[in-house]
């Protein structure tokens, strides 16, 4: 099966991560301006926190819930008739890293 361009974004981004000692310290640090790196568009009035697992801790990430009255999933595609590409970056933890919420669109 042919790997999609979020599945190889996301695999860049963890070994950019994992590998890259100054690069993991800034997304700690500056989590917006590293995660513009791989095109994220993170709006000003949202906050990034990073954490990253260790061997004894491990962090679980709880999303917000949907507002009241929110459409579901299936009922938005049902509506428009077709499917989009929509890249989520979401709680990249693959069980080693961690809690980094962003969706950016890309068309």
């Keep these: 099966m042919a790997q999609t361009i979020n599945e190889i974004q996301k695999a860049r981004f963890l070994d950019k991560v994992w590998n890259d ?3 993991r310290a800034r997304l700690q640090e500056e989590p917006k ?6 095109g994220a568009d993170v ?5 990034i926190e990073c954490v990253m697992d260790t061997d004894k801790v491990k962090y679980l ?4 819930a949907p507002p009241q009255g929110e459409i ?3 009922d938005l595609v049902d509506a428009q008739g077709g499917t989009t590409v929509v890249c989520v970056a979401t709680s990249i933890s693959l069980a080693t890293i961690a809690s980094v919420s962003v969706t950016t669109n890309q068309a």
């Design 21 to 23: 000692d100054a690069y």
């Design 33 to 38: 301006a590293a995660l513009a790196e791989f």
């Design 43 to 47: 709006p000003d009035d949202v906050n």
């Design 61 to 64: 990430h709880i999303p917000a």
């Design 72 to 74: 579901s999933d299936k």
